[in-house]
């Protein structure tokens, strides 16, 4: 029923006397026998008019009234409920890697669009969480700033494209990028999820040095490294008009780069070789990092059994008024 709701249930059951009531009555008019002596019927025999009609299915507003007075004794409500929800929110960076690399096709269609779908499913997940996007090549920039508009850092994350800013792997520019985004954070818990796909090669500032940055300001960082083992298909050079050369390459991640900025500021480490494995990846994250909500629910009732109560008595009294009006029968 939903919302709806009886506060005497138990006075329902008397609607199983309704079916009886009927069956009584017309088993009382069939033992019934009335003789009128015409000099032949043959002239009234088909004759069906609104009036008769009525007539014989008046008794159907009796036991519709009785049944709308038996729901009424039932005190049928709607249940109007109210949450207060307090959440202690968590204010989550996501590092994503843009170089060419990223273009890959040991994942279907590449890596860049499975991460990205990954990504956009594991924000739908963090209902209070303020989250932000960060993107990095051969430098960064923030995509978009903390905030709990959950939908324009999807549009943000579904229009990146590798090719957008210089090549390469800054991977220390990415981190202290989103650390510097998170150092004015009131939030309890700071994290960045940095996903990448190579080798540090470029950028000012090294990895581990943003990782200790992270560190002094309470900033745990997870870190993916994405890519399948030996060899895949790659971007091996660029054409002049824009376009892409593939080739095989070696899949080159430095995971023990990786796994020492992820225990230096108490995350983790994780390599994901495939579609399934990334997903599982962003639901293990989902799980450790547990934003805390306490709900309140208020409950109002909105009384329903007045109207329940009016239609029922409505119902007997045309049914009254009709059978000794333009129904009535006689004696």
């Known amino acids: 029923m939903g919302n709806f709701e009886f506060q005497h249930p138990w006075f329902l059951l008397l609607l199983l006397a309704l079916p009886f009531m009927w069956w009584w009555k017309y088993r009382r ?16 025999g088909d004759l069906v008019s609104i009036k008769t009609l ?6 159907l507003l009796r036991y519709l009234g009785l049944a709308f007075l038996i729901i009424a004794l039932a005190r049928p409500r709607l249940v109007l ?59 960064s920039f923030t995509q978009s700033p903390l905030t709990t508009d959950h939908r324009i850092v999807k549009e943000f994350m579904g229009s990146l494209e590798s090719g957008i800013m210089e090549d390469g792997t800054a991977i220390g520019m990415g981190l202290a990028s989103a650390v510097n985004r998170l150092k004015e954070s ?5 994290v960045v999820i940095l996903l990448t796909d190579g080798v540090n090669n470029a950028g000012y500032i090294k990895p581990m040095t ?8 309470d900033v745990k960082v997870y870190t993916i490294g994405v890519g399948s083992m030996g060899n895949a298909v790659s971007p091996i050079s660029r054409r002049s008009d824009g376009r892409y050369v593939f080739g095989v390459a070696r899949v ?27 997903e599982r990846i962003y639901e293990e994250i989902d799980r450790l990092e547990k934003t805390e909500i306490d709900v309140s629910v208020f409950k109002r009732y909105s009384e329903e059994f007045r ?14 008024i009709l059978k000794n009006t333009i129904l009535r029968t006689l004696p």
Do not use: C, N
Request: no cysteine.
């Open 307 to 320: 109207r329940m109560l009016l239609i029922g008595l409505i119902l007997l009294g045309l049914e009254l």
């Open 252 to 278: 080159e991640i430095d995971e023990e780069l990786l796994t020492e900025i992820s225990k230096l500021t108490g995350g983790r480490y994780f390599r994901a070789t495939d579609e399934a494995g990334l």
């Open 210 to 217: 943003a990782a200790e940055i992270a560190k002094e300001l």
């Open 186 to 190: 009131e939030s309890k818990s700071k």
């Open 29 to 44: 008019a069939e033992t019934k026998t009335t003789e009128m002596r015409f000099p032949h019927v043959g002239s009234i």
């Open 81 to 139: 409920k109210e949450e207060e929800v307090k959440a202690e929110g968590i204010d989550i960076m996501m590092v994503m890697d843009l170089s060419s690399s990223m273009l890959a096709r040991d994942f279907q269609p590449d890596r860049l669009t499975v991460s990205k779908e990954m990504g956009k499913r594991f924000i739908d997940k963090r209902t209070y969480d303020r989250v932000g996007l960060v993107v990095f090549a051969g430098e």
């Open 54 to 59: 009525l007539f014989k299915y008046l008794p």
